[in-house]
């Protein structure tokens, strides 16, 4: 759960980063950064917190530069703390190299074990500090070979942008688990893990980056793409039904839209009779309408949605956590009360907010509440760069639909099938990883060496 952003040949490349991640910041919470490249020099700044706390105190014309790259992070693999801050710098033969990574690498036991066996010092716990080994090591001369030669020793999921000096690189991993977008602005060209941020800058979206697909982009405006060895599309089904904002286009589809068809499969596969359609907001909202339109049941904004719970509420006490999801969510009694409800929501990964909310649904008066979920039971974990509780902690791992009905207090509760999930994502065709519903995993993991795996197994 990251998101990147970097600019290549414009002299607002900072403040166009900065804004990027702003767009970007529900991909990552815990961190912020940015390294830019300027003439001779790279400035760096990151830091714990949301991008407005790590740059609160930031003059962005002293880190200017016509090259900058940017990260939010929201941990995976290694621990969060200052030291897995990205982008991760260092110098190697007076260049300087700098990563921002989204993903999840699955061969990093045994790609570190190499590398430290040959002389590499790890400065971090993060993957994506191996992608900067693999780089310094290897053998070719030539940079846009080096790039392929070092990525091929890679496995696992990577939508990356890397700073060489001068040139800015985006990469994606050969199964295409990540996104990652390709745009233009007066001659400068941009990346961003979603297009929601094109949008804030006025970028023009060209297209995404293709599986396997490193492009290079030089400061004098000349691009060249490189393709290694393509593998069976896996793109995270995960970024269309929950993670991605709605105003983007991820892996060029738009989410907003996507949203609507799994509620209008939802409403195919599991009507029920009702006075309203309610999302919860803003998760569910593109499904609920979508539900609605199909059943043809009125869709009800019943639930409304407090935008300002900061950190600080989140980390204190226990009895103000206790009232962490009314204060979020409060139903409207007049719309609520007496009324049978189909209740839309993206998931149901612990359980535990449903629960509280369907209880503040019935104080309110709902007659019944009939939740319906548009994707399937989250079953297994995800070890492509997800954050998921362990399976212990995934109801859909530990109990049936009805007992999580029973235990969430709903009159009925029905999930979207894997095959309709599909169906509306993706036509015929089956590009998508959708592992965490099906555990059916696309890339091997090396459960026996792999720390964040058996963490989470
Ligand atoms: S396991 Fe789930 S969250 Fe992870 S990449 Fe696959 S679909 Fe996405």
Do not use: W
Not at 203 to 209: A, S
């Amino acid at each position: 759960m990251c998101g990147v952003f970097g600019v290549q040949g414009s002299l607002d490349a900072t403040k166009y980063t900065f804004l990027g991640l702003y767009a970007l910041q529900h991909r990552g919470e815990e961190s912020a950064g940015i390294v830019t490249f300027n003439r001779e020099k790279a400035n760096i700044v990151k830091g714990c917190g949301l991008v407005e706390e790590v740059f609160k105190k930031v003059n962005l014309d002293e880190i200017q530069g016509s090259l900058a790259m940017g990260h939010v992070r929201y941990s995976t693999t290694g621990s969060s703390n200052d030291i897995n801050v990205q982008p991760f710098m260092v110098k190697h033969r007076g260049k300087t190299l700098a990563v921002v990574h989204n993903g999840n690498l699955t061969n990093t036991s045994f790609l570190s074990q190499q590398l430290e066996s040959s002389g590499s010092i790890f400065q971090t716990s993060m993957d994506s500090e191996i992608l900067i080994h693999l780089l310094a090591k290897s053998s070719e001369d030539d940079l846009e070979n080096k790039f392929v030669e070092a990525l091929g020793h890679v496995e696992g999921a990577y939508s990356a942008l890397f700073m060489v000096d001068d040139i800015l690189v985006g990469a994606r991993d050969p199964y295409g688990v990540r996104p990652l977008s390709l745009g233009k602005k007066d001659g400068a060209y941009f990346f961003t893990s979603e297009t929601c941020a094109f949008d804030l800058v006025g970028v023009e979206y060209i297209r995404d980056i293709a599986r396997g697909e490193i492009v290079f982009i030089y400061p004098d405006g000349k691009i060249a793409s490189k393709q290694m060895k393509k593998a069976k599309a896996s793109r995270c089904v995960f970024e269309q039904v929950y993670f991605a904002r709605p105003d983007s286009l991820v892996f060029g589809q738009s989410i907003s839209k996507q949203r609507k068809r799994l509620g209008h499969v939802l409403a195919e596969e599991s009507f029920v009779d009702a006075d309203m359609v309610l999302a919860v907001p803003d998760s569910g909202n593109f499904a609920a309408m979508g539900y609605a339109e199909k059943s043809g049941i009125p869709f009800e904004m019943g639930i409304v949605r407090n935008h300002y719970i900061g950190r600080t509420f989140i980390k204190s006490s226990q009895l103000i956590r206790e009232f962490s999801v009314k204060i979020k969510l409060n139903p409207i009694r007049d719309l609520v009360d007496g009324k049978k409800i189909v209740l839309v929501d993206d998931s149901i990964v612990r359980g535990t907010t449903s629960k509280r909310r369907v209880e503040a649904l019935r104080e309110c008066g709902a007659k019944e509440i009939h939740m319906r979920v548009s994707c399937p039971p989250v079953v297994s974990p995800c070890f492509y760069g997800m954050d998921f509780p362990s399976t212990k902690d995934l109801i859909g791992a530990q109990k049936s639909v009805e007992a999580i009905g029973d235990h969430i207090g709903v009159d009925s509760l029905s999930y979207l099938s894997l095959q309709g999930m599909k169906n509306a994502l993706n036509g015929e065709k089956d590009e998508f990883c959708d592992a965490c519903f099906s555990k059916s995993y696309p890339i091997k993991v090396d459960q026996s060496a792999n720390k964040y795996v058996m963490e989470n197994a």
